[in-house]
């Protein structure tokens, strides 16, 4: 009688271990799939950088709005002066090198400023 108690407890502790570690290994799974979305969003010149300087840099560096100041209306122009970007764009808003220039148009945000150097990060993903 008091063996087989044993063995009953003995199933128990054996149960919970595999319960926890199947426990463990779905938490993983979950956690890996939910990082995904981030991993399989690439930040694309057409889909996401384009809209945003159209948004806050026209027309000024667009040409073809009449814009005088240097072209950043193509993926090749915004990807040859990213650093001059960002390094404008980061500046304090009330700086006179800040862009927008004048806060002429709506800034871009944190995560926006995130995303442009994702991009760069990633090489540069036209679309
Ligand atoms: C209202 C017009 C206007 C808007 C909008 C504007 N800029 Fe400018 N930008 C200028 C002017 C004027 C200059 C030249 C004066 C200077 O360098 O500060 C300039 C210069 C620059 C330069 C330096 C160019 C070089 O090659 O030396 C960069 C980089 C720049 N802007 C980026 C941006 C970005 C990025 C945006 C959008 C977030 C933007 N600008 C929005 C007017 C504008």
């Not at 407890?9 to 799974?29: D, E, M, N, R, Y």
């Not at 950088?49 to 948004?55: D, K």
Request: aromatic share 10%.
């Amino acid at each position: 009688m008091n063996h087989i108690f044993h063995s009953i407890s003995k199933i128990i502790v054996l149960g919970s271990v595999v319960f926890f570690v199947v426990t463990c290994s779905q938490h993983t799974a979950f956690a890996a799939k939910a990082k995904e979305p981030y991993d399989s969003t690439k930040v694309t010149y057409k889909a996401d950088i384009a809209p945003i300087m159209e948004r806050s840099c026209a027309p000024c560096h667009f040409p073809k709005k009449d814009g005088k100041k240097k072209p950043l209306d193509t993926y090749t122009t915004v990807k040859d002066k990213i650093e001059k970007i960002l390094d404008r764009v980061q500046l304090p808003p009330d700086h006179r090198k800040h862009m927008p220039y004048k806060n002429a148009t709506p800034g871009f945000s944190a995560e926006e400023i995130q995303m442009l150097k994702n991009w760069a990060r990633d090489g540069f993903i036209e679309s």
